[in-house]
């Protein structure tokens, strides 16, 4: 192996290989350090991949259950059989991680399995997993390390009945009973999950409202169509510890703004409160790179303040998406190689893989209202849509926000079946800086459950008409 490179990248989730990948098809000689047995990162091996495996097939699950008969399909002796249902995710995970192996391999990217430290810019140090080192000299180094998950003040994660995501991506039986700690994307998604396999569900939040950053309207719907399934919430609260009984978890609670305290059981609590920046012993303050308060690297064009190190990914400002670090990674690669490299990070969308999937892009109407910017405002019910009458989905609804002027679509949010497929549309009329009249006079399909966009497009100016 050379051991003298044009860029190393550290970290080979979203951020590092798609970084990698575009490097090696710009010619450049690129190698990729990654600590875990596998590539993929969070989200190949512990995250989006393996999270949406289990709702995919636990949503069949409760379908097959219970809302088939609406349809006239009679089912008898529905069974789950998890071990089945995990093996079938970890099937997918692998061949995934696998995947990206490949794409190394074609893209001539030097795959290097240890923990990468930064000594200086220019090199990095590689140790494997017997503790034998290797010093890489390179022009560039990319750290893009990603997250985990953040700790929450006086609990334990145990990964067996205390659990972050990863332990709730494992768990070996369903809980009678789980509490939920934060009702942001992963409590929403892995509650689900669990739910529809037969746990009781309760969501402990700690602000007055679920899934913040999403817009008000659409949340507030949500949380109304969750608790329908059997969701509980106790919002404004938050988890001060969890005693651990032979049988059960004694957990204590507390509002917010301060007050009585209680308690409650549960079998298992996830703990889903947000995730942080990995950075530790990377040697940051040693070369200088700076982070913020939080730890997040801060970059400018993806470049640290020391010249030829690199930042991309969840370990620096910013959503933590794959796609976002995914955008980061190739024009991180392009910025590298001299190119003119672009995040357009206005319209990156938003997905939660619920039951109805929600999904926007762009300016919430309180992000709107605080800036001042005059908007107009169409909306259309999937109640209304033939194809989702037809398909008897008809919770949710998509609302579009034009500027109040130019006409300019400034946010779509979504929540209705299939939306998480149907944002892209959004996204990319609002890259050519689409007017909502140019989503309403675009022929859609017909019964499609996009004709609700269109709709809620016509609805801007007023000329919504389909039923
Ligand atoms: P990561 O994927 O975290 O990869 C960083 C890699 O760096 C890791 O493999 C780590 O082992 C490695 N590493 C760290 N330090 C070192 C070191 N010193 N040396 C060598 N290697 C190192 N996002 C979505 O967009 N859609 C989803 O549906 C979605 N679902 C999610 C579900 C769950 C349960 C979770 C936890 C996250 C989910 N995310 C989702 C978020 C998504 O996984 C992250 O935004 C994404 O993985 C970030 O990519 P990254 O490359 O920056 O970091
Ligand atoms: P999140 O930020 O989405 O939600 C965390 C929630 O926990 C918030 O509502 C917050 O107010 C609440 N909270 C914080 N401290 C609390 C406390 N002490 N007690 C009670 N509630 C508390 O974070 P997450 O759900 O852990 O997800 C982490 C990251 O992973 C997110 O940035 C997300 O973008 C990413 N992710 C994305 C997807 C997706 O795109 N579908 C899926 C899963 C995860």
């Known amino acids: ?6 860029i190393v990248v550290i970290g080979g989730g979203p951020g590092g290989y798609n970084c990698a990948i575009r490097a090696g098809q710009l010619g450049l000689n690129v190698a990729c350090v990654e600590s875990g047995p596998t590539l993929g990162g969070t989200c190949l091996n512990v995250g989006c991949i393996p999270s949406k495996a289990l709702l995919h097939a636990s949503e069949l699950y409760e379908t097959a259950g219970s809302h088939m008969a609406e349809l006239g399909i009679k089912t008898k002796g529905v ?56 010093t890489l000299t390179t022009k560039n180094i990319v750290i893009a390390t990603g997250s985990e998950v953040t700790p929450c003040p006086g609990i334990e994660i145990d990964e067996e009945r205390i659990v972050s995501s990863t332990g709730a991506l494992a768990l070996n039986a369903v809980p009678k009973t789980m509490v939920v700690i934060g009702a942001g994307v992963i409590g929403l998604e ?37 608790k329908k399934q059997g969701f509980t919430f106790q919002l404004g609260t938050k988890v001060t510890g969890i005693e651990k009984l032979k049988s059960k978890l004694k957990l204590n609670l507390e509002p917010a703004a301060g007050g009585d305290a209680t308690t409650m059981d549960a079998d298992v609590v996830l703990v889903a409160i947000g995730r942080r920046p990995v950075t530790a012993g990377l040697g940051l303050d040693e070369v200088g790179v700076k982070t913020d308060e939080r730890g997040f690297i801060q970059t400018d064009h993806w470049k640290t303040d020391v010249p030829g190190v690199w930042a991309i990914g969840d370990c620096t400002t910013g959503l933590m998406l794959a796609h976002k670090a995914e955008e980061e990674a190739v024009a991180c690669a392009e910025a590298i190689a001299g190119k003119a490299a672009h995040v357009n990070y206005d319209v990156i969308p938003g997905v939660v893989y619920t039951s109805p999937e929600i999904a926007w ?50 946010g779509v949010h979504m929540m209705g079946a299939q939306v998480s497929e149907m944002i892209g549309e959004a996204a990319l009329a609002m890259e050519f800086k689409a007017a909502s009249e140019d989503i309403a006079r675009t022929c859609h ?22 039923m």
């Open 361 to 410: 892009v762009g300016r919430t109407e309180e992000e709107l209202k605080e800036a001042g910017i005059a908007y107009k405002k169409g909306a259309f019910p999937f109640a209304a849509n033939s194809r989702a009458r037809a398909n008897h989905q008809t919770d949710g609804f998509i609302k579009v926000l034009a500027d109040a002027t130019t006409d300019e679509i400034l």
């Open 445 to 466: 399909a017909h019964p499609t459950l996009s004709e609700a966009l269109r709709q809620a497009a016509m609805g801007v100016e007023g000329w919504t008409m389909q």
């Open 79 to 134: 069974e789950l059989d998890l071990a089945q249902m995990m093996k079938a995710k970890t099937e997918t995970v692998d061949g995934l991680t696998k995947g990206i192996a490949f794409l190394f391999k074609k893209n001539k990217v030097t795959h290097i399995t240890g923990r990468g430290r930064i000594v200086s810019a220019g090199q990095v140090e590689v140790t494997d997993g017997k503790g034998k080192k290797t």
């Open 190 to 226: 892995l509650g689900s999950v669990w739910r529809r396999l037969g746990a009781k569900v309760h969501v402990v939040e700690f602000l007055p409202r679920i899934l913040p950053g999403a817009d008000g309207e659409l949340a507030k719907q949500a949380q109304r169509i969750f």
């Open 1 to 6: 192996m050379a051991d003298t490179f044009d």
